[in-house]
């Protein structure tokens, strides 16, 4: 294993560290947490608070998009691992401005027991909280740490439509039902090249062969659904949007915005060709591509490989909150 770090004990706490003094016009660390909130406290005034968070190793997920039109605050758990219920419930704190707080959770067992036992927390404050929990991931389901299907990927688009609604003045009940709209109208599904190595394990979670692809492959390793020989990247775009084609069962016509995300270790050189091919088949298909966008935004350390989100747009109002500007890290309009 070679990684650029100290001790991987630290590994966290040292890149939060790396990550506030970087970017201080937009970060800001609670004290004795690895939670982040935005420095920009004016931008939050009189607005719901939206909070995300989960396991390290997804980088830039989710401190990347804490700022104006995007997250209010982040918690930071260890690699791979939820963030504790006092952490999360510090971000809370953090975040209210006295309208209430949404909570965005990924679909693990961790993340929703702790961040659910951080609402009772808050409840107890007298803060009122409501949350969605993202569960994307059409590839496998009932798979390591879930019950039902993984949250991956799709998390940042209901990150950016949540974000620009609670930017708005959109009220607490109002983004919850917002949620679940949107939420049924996204879905992601993966393909890996090689595993992840989590620093402190040293080893990757899982081997391929040199020649080997596995299909399904989830943020944290877990197994997929099928393995096989390496494909040319047409092959791969035509099993991927196989699968979201019938999760769908989209039709000529239908409106939707693309999401290409590298896992860690792929180069924007071959996620950018991998997008051209799913353009091309949903062009072929009829299908009306709106928005999209590639790069690194749900990734998993160092794993190769691409995961494909399609986000349905039923509403238009969905694609205006897409494009509506931000100010974070790790978002670039386009």
């Known amino acids: 294993?070679?990684?650029?770090?100290?001790?991987?004990?630290?590994?966290?706490?040292?890149?939060?560290?790396?990550?506030?003094?970087?970017?201080?016009?937009?970060?800001e660390r609670l004290?004795?947490?690895?939670?982040?909130?935005?420095?920009?406290?004016?931008?939050?005034?009189?607005?719901?608070?939206l909070i995300s968070g989960g396991g390290s190793g997804?980088?830039?997920?989710?401190?990347?998009?804490?700022?104006?039109?995007?997250l209010s605050a982040a918690v930071c758990g260890q690699v791979f691992t939820s963030p504790t219920p006092d952490q999360i419930y510090a971000a809370i704190k953090a975040a209210d401005q006295g309208k209430g707080v949404f909570m965005v959770i990924k679909n693990y067992s961790g993340d929703v027991m702790n961040f659910d036992m951080a609402k009772d927390m808050a409840d107890l404050d007298g803060i009122e909280v409501k949350s969605i929990t993202v569960d994307d991931d059409i590839a496998v389901e009932n798979s390591t740490f879930t019950q039902g299907r993984r949250g991956v990927a799709g998390t940042i688009f209901m990150h950016k439509i949540l974000g620009a609604a609670a930017d708005q003045g959109a009220s607490l009940t109002e983004l919850e039902t917002l949620a679940k709209k949107v939420l049924p109208n996204i879905k992601t599904i993966a393909v890996a090249l090689s595993g992840a190595t989590v620093p402190e394990v040293g080893k990757p979670g899982f081997t391929l062969a040199d020649d080997e692809l596995e299909y399904?492959?989830?943020?944290?390793?877990?197994?997929?659904?099928?393995?096989?020989?390496m494909r040319p990247s047409k092959d791969l775009v035509?099993?991927?949007?196989?699968?979201?084609?019938?999760?769908?069962?989209?039709?000529?016509g239908d409106k939707f915005a693309v999401l290409v995300n590298g896992m860690g270790a792929t180069p924007l050189m071959e996620q950018f060709v991998f997008m051209r091919d799913v353009l091309n088949q949903l062009k072929d298909e009829g299908v009306n591509v709106a928005f999209t966008k590639v790069g690194n935004y749900?990734?998993?350390?160092?794993?190769?490989?691409?995961?494909?989100?399609?986000?349905?747009?039923?509403?238009?109002s969905w694609l205006d909150n897409l494009n509506y500007p931000v100010n974070t890290i790790a978002w670039t309009q386009k």
Do not use: C, W
Not at 60 to 70: K, Q
Not at 238 to 252: T, V
């Open 238 to 252: 035509k099993e991927l949007l196989g699968k979201l084609k019938a999760a769908f069962n989209y039709q000529a």
């Open 58 to 70: 997804h980088e830039p997920t989710h401190a990347g998009f804490i700022g104006e039109g995007m």
């Open 31 to 49: 004290p004795e947490t690895e939670a982040l909130v935005r420095s920009d406290k004016s931008s939050m005034t009189g607005k719901v608070g």
């Open 216 to 229: 399904g492959v989830g943020i944290h390793g877990e197994p997929g659904y099928r393995k096989e020989k």
């Open 1 to 27: 294993m070679k990684k650029i770090m100290n001790d991987p004990k630290n590994i966290v706490a040292e890149m939060v560290e790396g990550m506030v003094r970087a970017y201080p016009q937009f970060v």
């Open 298 to 316: 749900m990734t998993s350390l160092d794993m190769a490989g691409v995961s494909l989100t399609l986000f349905k747009l039923t509403d238009d």
